[in-house]
């Protein structure tokens, strides 16, 4: 036992299985305080997230107090200068788990110098992820720019180190305060009111985390490969809030579903490892954060138009399936994968809108907003990405939504307006042409673009390039 502090730095990691820092710092202290850096700036435009967090502070808060480790929240315009101060102390060991963004990868190497400068023990660990950004690569030592041959290295390199000795977190003697200016979970949450819909659908927990797999893996892996593309069914595991905060570990998942020889089992782990993928890109080609992975589209000629900006983020645009989508995002703080591609294809493709437009709002409305799924995902409908969609295929949210919302569920349940519109004229109710169901232009908007022409004006906009 070591007789000073355990301090573990908590970002995206509010679990105890798995939480390699927490066990660690656990074992080697009788007292341990666990803290989170709340930094205002960084959540600015990520509302969503801010419920998330502050739900998440306040269940994990009294988890950990059940061990005797105190959760404290502490305010900070600058991580630099936080820990600068803390380093004064000495009287502490640092331990905690690494996240996969450059800029922290980057902040990593700051403390490691400064905690070796000062005397400082710590213990830095694998954070939520299968393998090491760093881990996995080419023969040739260079990244992986294409999917399939990635996460076939990936699954190789992974399954050669496990089985992994599991350790578990251990009750400390004693429960102290350590910060002598901490700020109340509630203050981080955001005040305006709409995230009240939230509560009703998600609870962020480790338990529920591990219960939904559990249920997921119990009802929908077997038709996983299939159901996941219908928005209006439960064919997803909607886990991706809890991986984003870390409630439950990838290797978890990993270690759940490989064992079972069900068909989707093999096509849900490679949606994790997608997620593996666009850590390992934008580490490698961090310029990709906020400029196109293909340089070629940085003379793209994406419009500006806020009507169209504005009509896209309401739900407006007179495309039913569409406007489903961005209404199901605006009310649950999440929207299925399938539904994101057409949305996302319809900003950039159909309103000619730079992909970063719709990369903010999705950060500001997503609960599983992380940098790399976002902004890979909206690279990959762009075009621009790395092993991206192809910008001259273009979605059309007319046959998108016959083909994955045949009995159109999905958008009567988000575009309550067109609950009486006849099924075959849900995904096209412009030629519906009853003004006694449905009024266009005042019950529910007429399409703000033709979809052929919008279509032909984005093939000639590529050809530019
Ligand atoms: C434009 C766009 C933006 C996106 N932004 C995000 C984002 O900010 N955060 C985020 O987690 N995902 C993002 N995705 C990926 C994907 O849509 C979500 O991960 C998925 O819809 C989450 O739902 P689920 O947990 O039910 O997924 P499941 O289908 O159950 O998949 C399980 C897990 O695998 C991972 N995963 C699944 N699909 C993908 C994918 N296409 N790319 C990378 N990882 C995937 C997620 O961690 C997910 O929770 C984005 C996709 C697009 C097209």
Known sequence: MLKNIGLVWLKDDFRIQKNLALIEASQNHDQVIAFFLYKNKKFQNQEAQKWWVCQSLKEFRSKLSKFNIMLEVVETDSYKSFFEKLFVKKNFSLYWNKTYEPKYIEFDDFLLKNLKINKIKFKVFKGNILNEFNEVKKNDGTPFKVFTPFWRSAEKFYLEKIPFKQKSITKCKKKISYFKKTINEKDICPKKNWFKKFEKIWVPSEEIALKELKN????????????????????????????????????????????????????????????????????????????????????????????????????????????????????????????????????????????????????????????????????????????????????????????????GNYVKKWVPELKSVPKNFLHKPWELKNENILKLGVDYPSPIVNHEQARLKALAAFKKI
């Open 216 to 407: 997921f893996i119990k009802e929908g892996l077997e038709n996983y490969s299939e159901a996941r593309n219908f928005p209006n069914i439960n064919g997803t595991s909607k886990l991706s809030p809890f991986i984003k905060h870390g409630q439950i570990h990838v290797e978890t998942i990993w270690e759940e579903c490989s064992a079972i020889k069900k068909n989707g089992a093999t096509k849900f782990l490679a949606e994790i490892g997608w997620r593996e993928f666009n850590h390992s890109l934008i580490n490698y080609f961090p310029h990709m954060l906020n400029k196109n992975y293909s340089k070629k589209f940085d003379k793209f000629p994406w419009q500006k138009n806020s009507k169209f900006l504005s009509a896209w983020k309401k739900g407006m645009t007179g495309y039913p399936i569409v406007d489903a989508g961005m209404r199901e995002l605006y009310s649950t703080g999440w929207m299925h994968n399938r539904v994101r591609m057409i949305v996302g294809s319809f900003l950039v493709k159909h309103l000619l809108i730079n992909w970063k437009e719709g990369e903010k709002h999705f950060r500001n409305c997503l609960l599983d907003f992380n940098e790399a799924n976002n902004v890979s995902g909206w690279q990959w409908v762009a075009g621009c990405g790395a092993d991206a969609a192809p910008y001259f295929r273009i979605f059309n949210p007319i046959l998108q939504g016959e083909k994955f919302d045949k009995e």
